[in-house]
């Protein structure tokens, strides 16, 4: 069975699905391997290291896809790549399925999608989680990218001239992304203060030596793990409380999100204005709305010395360790669809495979993800 890697094509994104560390483990699987020329370029990877772990290259999408039996991407195929892919084949990749607008397309090309955020929060499933993994690496950028706004020291020093003060960082939000922020903001030397909803992250805020926010009475967790919505009463005591603490920080990073629905807004306008000049604000929901009104995706504005920082893809300003272990969660699923050597079969028996399965050969599995008349 044929296995093929494409150049991703949406824009900013510089990550590739596979590295020469995994193709080597595809290659000695049993699997014909193909890369589309230039695929790694954006991770610091060259053709020539892909050929040397076994995979041949070929010099674009179509004679890279067009009869593989497997796909493997970063984001989900559009209209121009679906064109020129094999009926039946079998797309890995992050569909992002409350907003994709192909979801008819893949039907109708008879496509078996595996989602990659769909994968289920189970132990035996963590080495498949690219939501972490990549979050991981946006809660460290998102340090480093206040550090190249922000005017002022992070640490405290004192010097002949005199002390320096440290500076203050809220994290709003303390998943994956928002622990790590806050790590790397401790390393850093700042002092740091963080907010969640959800009152079991007490414990691995503390541990990291941030001081914990809470909502009182409030524990918005759903049983998934994630933060679910909050009642307009609690957003009423939740803006009060965001907005004096947001008042008294130098940074904020924002990570708050919901699936399928817009970023809830954390950092009002007039709370913006109320910062000391020269501060930042990394918001790391720019993709979904912004956890700010005033974010602006894909840009670094300044509003009244505030500066807000709008990346929506901070994982590919990483690309070669985000690469590295996208390339790594992705090979760990693959391996579940291995019936024989060199052989996948999407049919499976096993509750990930189940869980991630957006659609099989033109049958849709996940109705909440796709309206009638998507196209």
Not at 5 to 16: F, K
Not at 289 to 309: A, K, M, S
Request: aromatic letters at 4%; proline letters at 4%; glycine letters at 8%.
């Amino acid at each position: 069975m044929l296995i093929a890697i494409p150049a991703e094509t949406q824009a900013n994104e510089r990550r590739v699905a596979a590295t020469p560390e995994t193709v080597k483990k595809m290659v000695a699987a049993g699997f014909d391997v193909r890369v589309q020329q230039g695929a790694g370029q954006g991770s610091m990877i060259d053709d020539a290291e892909y050929e040397a772990a076994g995979a041949s290259i070929r010099p674009d999408f179509g004679s890279t896809c067009a009869d593989a039996d497997l796909v493997l991407k970063v984001q989900a195929p559009d209209g121009d790549e679906l064109a020129v892919m094999k009926r039946g084949a079998i797309v890995v990749a992050m569909f992002a399925p409350h907003a994709n607008p192909w979801l008819d397309r893949y039907l109708g090309q008879g496509l078996t999608c595996m989602a990659l955020e769909l994968i289920p929060r189970i132990s035996r499933a963590q080495g498949m989680d690219v939501l972490s993994s990549q979050a991981n690496i946006a809660g460290y950028k998102a340090v480093l990218l206040a550090t190249e706004h922000y005017p002022r020291y992070f640490p405290m020093l004192m010097t002949a001239a005199g002390t320096v003060q440290p500076a203050r960082v809220l994290v709003l939000g303390a998943g994956v992304a928002g622990l790590q922020a806050i790590a790397t903001a401790r390393r850093l030397g700042a002092v740091v203060e963080a907010f969640d909803v959800r009152a079991a992250t007490r414990e691995q805020v503390e541990s990291l030596g941030a001081k914990f926010i809470q909502l009182e009475g409030v524990d918005a967790e759903d049983e998934r793990g994630y933060a679910r919505e909050l009642t307009d009463e609690e957003k009423e005591r939740l803006d009060v409380l965001v907005a004096d603490r947001t008042a008294s920080a130098d940074i904020v990073i924002t990570t708050a999100q919901i699936p399928g629905r817009r970023a809830p807004e954390l950092v009002r306008p007039e709370t913006v204005e109320r910062m000391r000049r020269g501060s930042v604000i990394v918001d790391l929901a720019a993709a979904s709305g912004g956890n700010c009104r005033l974010t602006e995706p894909d840009r670094v504005v300044v509003h009244q010395d505030v500066t807000l920082v709008g990346i929506t893809n901070v994982p590919s300003l990483m690309a070669a360790d985000a690469s590295m272990l996208f390339a790594r969660n992705v090979w760990n699923f693959v391996q579940l669809l291995v019936r024989d050597q060199g052989v996948i079969d999407s049919g499976v028996d096993d509750e990930i495979v189940t869980a991630s399965m957006l659609c099989r050969e033109g049958d849709w599995l996940k109705p909440e993800f796709r309206q009638e008349g998507t196209s």
